[in-house]
């Protein structure tokens, strides 16, 4: 069976610090992966996804980027963070058949 | 364009009561579309979804909801509600082939004993 992992859990930084967030599954090979922030009332917000290794979409222009460097490795990037950069951020994968996608347990972020 | 309105932010039951948490789309196309629930810091699980065939389709946990293009609509449902089910609610809707959803900005579900 697939399983998705995401670490950190929870992450406390501040202002201008740099972020890694990873998400890796396994069970699966050329997952679809994506990348969403869950803000407080607001939903999800789709930022990035990708359909193979090294091929990034990003869906709103901000202060974060995405990389694929392995076929099932997913990694959630910023140089400098900001306050606005607080929230919990999902990870997610779909196989090309079933269209459905399914999440990790996330991680929170807090900008200090 | 694709959109989805969750109506009502919050929604609260009593124990044993009908539960129905309203989602309505917006699609140039005919749409899949998903109910996923969220537990407390945690992720989001898949509890149904409709793509093509039957109008009602059936989830885990004794959820179910109902396609019906004319109203553009996929409410979900439960007909006796139990305090496990206290979670926040998320219906989205995708364009085939397109891999990706559009989320609504969810429904916080209540059970009152």
């Known amino acids: 069976s697939q399983t998705i992992h995401q670490w950190p859990a929870t992450l406390v930084q501040p202002v201008g610090s740099p972020l890694s967030l990873e998400c890796t599954v396994e069970?699966?090979?050329?997952?679809?992966l994506y990348w969403y922030r869950q803000a407080a009332g607001r939903g999800l917000q789709l930022l990035f996804y990708?359909?193979?290794?090294?091929?990034i979409s990003s869906e709103v222009p901000q202060n974060l980027s995405a990389s694929r460097p392995q076929d099932r490795q997913f990694i959630l990037s910023s140089k400098k963070l900001l306050l606005s950069d607080s929230g919990f951020y999902l990870c997610?994968?779909?196989?090309?058949?079933?269209?459905?996608?399914?999440f990790g347990p996330g991680t929170r972020l807090l900008v200090l | 364009a694709q959109s989805v309105t969750q109506l009502g932010s919050h929604v609260s039951v009593s124990e044993g009561a009908l539960v129905l948490l309203r989602c309505n789309y917006s699609?140039?196309?005919?749409?899949?579309l998903f109910w996923y629930v969220q537990y407390p810091n945690q992720g989001l699980q898949l509890l149904l979804k409709?793509?093509?065939?039957?109008?009602l389709v059936k989830g885990i946990n004794g959820f179910e909801a109902e396609f019906k293009k004319s109203e553009t609509s996929f409410h979900l449902t439960k007909p006796s509600a139990h305090m496990s089910d206290a979670a926040e609610y998320f219906c989205?809707?995708?364009?085939?082939?397109?891999?990706?959803?559009?989320f609504g900005t969810g429904t916080r579900l209540k059970v009152l004993a």
């Open positions: 069970g699966t090979s050329n997952p679809n």
């Open positions: 409709y793509t093509t065939g039957a109008t």
């Open positions: 699609s140039s196309v005919p749409p899949y």
């Open positions: 997610a994968w779909s196989d090309g058949a079933q269209e459905t996608q399914y």
């Open positions: 989205a809707v995708s364009k085939p082939g397109t891999y990706k959803y559009i």
């Open positions: 990708s359909v193979g290794i090294g091929q």
